[in-house]
């Protein structure tokens, strides 16, 4: 939501369906603040690895430290 007036040209398809050439993404406003990706996705994705890393890294500091 902002604070600008809607485009009287904005088409709508509250009672029969858009056309079905159009992109029906959503697009807007924030299109030049929008990124393809997201870090918080790709780390979802592979949270099971996260753990086993955190573990590994730690296993691994404790080795060095004990040198």
Known sequence: MIDEPESSTR???LYSPGDDDR????HGAFD???TSRSLEF???K???WIPAGAAALLVGLAI????
């Open 11 to 13: 088409p709508n398809n």
């Open 64 to 67: 060095a430290g004990r040198r």
């Open 32 to 34: 030049d603040r929008a």
């Open 42 to 44: 790709e780390l979802n």
């Open 23 to 26: 992109d029906h993404g959503a």
């Open 46 to 48: 592979k949270r099971g």
